[in-house]
């Protein structure tokens, strides 16, 4: 009899730490996506579940990290860079790393007596403007943004 | 990547004629002598298109391309570019650039149109540090809970041949009569082992609103660094506090009051709100204002708008107040309406989630309840069923 109540002893110990284990195991902010050392030269969509929000930052301390309510948004567009991310809800997950790519790009069309130059990248970029072998101007262009100037050669880097 | 790459060029060229890409736009590298390392970009262009490529810039003799020429066939709108750069035993202090361009030629159009000379480039910049020890730093000002509280953060960066074993920074706020308000201290912090790291200090502003200069004192190793920036304490001065809709009617002209708070301790006048309503897809549905009143000093008034809701559905709506003031100052708030038919709920006032809606707030539920019951289900075995078994054993 008494071995009888040793083994339900054990079997109630094991029960017990199984159970914890397996419950503060399920409370863990479950992290579907993006996988750790993504790259992407646009808007991220992050996929957790059991997470009130999302924290990033450029640095693995979240000194002062970007705070995304998963309830209200998931997705969110960055900067070029190197970011560090986090799920928080009961408890936190653990630190995976992402990476916005810096995208160059140019799109021109003829416009009247000249052209109108686009950024289409996701970068602030310098345009240096030729009128065949002579470089006529620099101008500044806004990501998104588009100037018409006169010119017939149009080179693009990041500023 | 590619099909994403491929959309982007597909929407762009619809309005425009010709486009080229190149990701990434710049590499940065830490100088070695005489490293050589050997780099990928991704260029992005139309099928069919050829482009020449060249390497320019300080840099420029020590690149390496793997092509002068690239050649996209029919189909192909995204290459792999390679090069090599091999830097030299020796270069200055800072920072040094070269650039690698790629070239599409102008073309004739069959109607005598001729296209403009596009060429886009990609940056590999290699920095050099400075002699002994140096850093660099930047002074960022944050508002948190509001305004209630302010943070402080300064970068700091390693940028000399030596380490810097440990860095602090001392930030002294001063009014715009030049009087010391506050003195904060951060933390300190090594860059021994990283090169970059964030220091940053939080201080609950006492003073009144207005203007305010950080000047942020850096000690690295004996040495100092000064840096100033202006901020402004209790920015937000209007509040919006209340938003009710009583007898609500969906498909009715309904009545809102909002009341908004004047925390500055003067009269502010000119304040209007202007509400938006969206779509998913971040279109304005509906969007109307309030009429044009003064708010006193410290105190609180209730505007009145109306919303048509002819044509909207029950479901929920992200939804935009912004409170206007003073000519061209404006309080934002996002807010969202969970429009029903004889009621409207106001979500995101006071709290970005409201408490009874937080996954954390299910979650601690369901482990407070399990670990409940794991301890009955412990204290019963132990202290109750195995008394009475092990007794009637003895028996």
Do not use: C
């Amino acid at each position: 009899m008494m071995r009888r109540i040793y083994a339900i002893d054990f079997a109630i110990v094991l029960f017990s730490l199984a159970f914890m284990v397996f419950l503060f195991g399920w409370a863990q902010p479950l992290v579907v996506g993006p996988r750790d050392g993504f790259e992407t030269t646009r808007s991220v969509l992050f996929s957790v579940e059991r997470a009130d929000k999302v924290l990033i930052d450029d640095n693995p301390d979240f000194t002062s990290p970007m705070v995304l309510d998963v309830r209200k948004a998931h997705k969110v567009e960055l900067k070029p860079g190197v970011y560090f991310w986090k799920a928080e809800g009961v408890f936190g997950s653990d630190v995976r790393r992402l990476t916005i790519k810096s995208f160059v790009s140019l799109e021109v069309r003829p416009v009247g007596n000249g052209f109108e130059v686009l950024n289409a990248g996701n970068v602030d970029l310098n345009v240096l403007v030729y009128d065949n072998k002579t470089l006529v101007k620099k101008i500044s262009l806004e990501k998104g943004a588009s100037k018409t100037v006169r010119g017939n050669k149009f080179v693009g880097g990041m500023k | 990547m590619r099909l994403f790459f491929v959309l982007v060029l597909a929407v762009v060229l619809t309005g425009f004629v010709s486009g080229l890409g190149v990701t990434p736009g710049r590499v940065t590298i830490d100088f070695s002598p005489n490293l050589k390392k050997s780099f990928e970009v991704e260029v992005i262009a139309s099928p069919g298109t050829e482009l020449s490529v060249s390497a320019t810039g300080e840099l420029g003799k020590y690149i390496t391309l793997s092509s002068q020429v690239l050649k996209f066939r029919e189909g192909e709108s995204s290459k792999k570019f390679s090069y090599e750069i091999n830097l030299p035993a020796n270069l200055n202090s800072g920072n040094h650039e070269g650039n690698i361009i790629f070239l599409k030629k102008a073309e004739e159009e069959r109607d005598g149109t001729i296209q403009a000379t596009l060429a886009v480039a990609t940056q590999i910049r290699v920095f050099v540090p400075y002699s002994g020890k140096e850093i660099s730093s930047g002074l960022y000002v944050n508002q948190l809970e509001d305004g209630r509280k302010v943070q402080f953060i300064v970068q700091v960066s390693s940028i000399g041949k030596y380490d810097v074993a440990s860095v602090r920074a001392n930030i002294d706020v001063f009014n715009r009569l030049g009087e010391k308000v506050a003195s904060i201290n951060t933390g300190e912090v090594s860059l021994q082992d990283k090169k970059s790291r964030e220091l940053t200090a939080v201080w609950e502003p006492k003073v009144p609103v207005g203007k305010y200069l950080a000047v942020a004192t850096v000690i690295y190793d004996g040495e100092t660094k000064r840096l100033e920036k202006e901020f402004s304490v209790g920015e937000h001065v209007l509040e919006l506090q209340e938003v009710r809709a009583d007898n609500f009617r969906l498909g009715e002209i309904v009545k809102f009051e909002m009341l908004v708070e004047n925390k500055w301790n003067q009269k502010i006048d000119d304040v209007h709100l202007e509400t938006k309503v969206f779509d998913d897809n971040r279109e304005v549905l509906s969007h109307f204002k309030s009429s044009e009143e003064s708010i006193g000093p410290l105190s609180k008034k209730v505007f009145t708008s109306f919303w048509d809701t002819a044509g909207f559905k029950v479901g929920r709506y992200k939804t935009e107040v912004e409170i206007d003031y003073g000519g061209n100052n404006s309080v934002r708030k996002d807010l969202e309406f969970d429009v029903r038919e004889n009621e409207l709920r106001v979500i995101g006032l006071g709290y970005v989630i409201s408490e009874s809606e937080k996954e954390s707030n299910r979650i601690v539920f369901v482990l407070v309840v399990g670990i409940i019951l794991l301890v009955l289900i412990n204290l019963a075995w132990f202290l109750w069923i195995r008394k009475k078994l092990k007794a009637k054993a003895e028996k």
